[in-house]
């Protein structure tokens, strides 16, 4: 079992940068293909950014591309998402997902574990 704990999120200007983390609680993070997902209000939840165990292998959406970067150190069981140029429409619950498939996805279904999600709301 693995248990995802976002944290960092809040409330920043437009043009400004937050940086939201994930900490796993698993012996087998080392294992784990992680993502990023988020949820604006009256919206479906959508791929953001993923990243393989090692590191080497990133992805993520056009919308966020060249703005957001996801990382991870598999010493301390964390994955982070830094958000740079935030847009109002960035706003959104956004929610760490974990999958021990050994390999990166943008689907929902290609993730087996989730957190509670982090509130990130971007003012204009």
């Known amino acids: 079992q693995v248990q995802l704990v976002e944290s960092g999120g809040g409330l920043v200007q437009a043009g400004g940068s937050l940086r939201v983390s994930c900490a796993a609680s698993?012996?087998?993070?080392?294992?784990?293909?992680m993502g990023w997902f988020r949820q604006a209000p009256g919206k479906e939840r959508e791929f953001v950014a993923a990243?393989?165990?090692?590191?080497?292998?990133?992805y993520s959406s056009d919308s966020v591309k060249g703005r957001f970067t996801i990382s991870r150190d598999n010493a301390k069981n964390m994955v982070y998402l830094q958000m740079n140029s935030l847009k109002p429409e960035d706003t959104a619950v956004y929610y760490c997902?974990?999958?021990?498939?050994?390999?990166?996805?943008?689907?929902?279904?290609?993730?087996?574990?989730w957190g509670q999600g982090t509130q990130v709301t971007v003012s204009s």
């Open positions: 997902a974990a999958n021990n498939r050994q390999r990166i996805g943008v689907l929902i279904n290609d993730y087996d574990y």
């Open positions: 698993t012996h087998t993070f080392r294992s784990l293909a």
């Open positions: 990243i393989n165990w090692s590191g080497a292998t990133l």
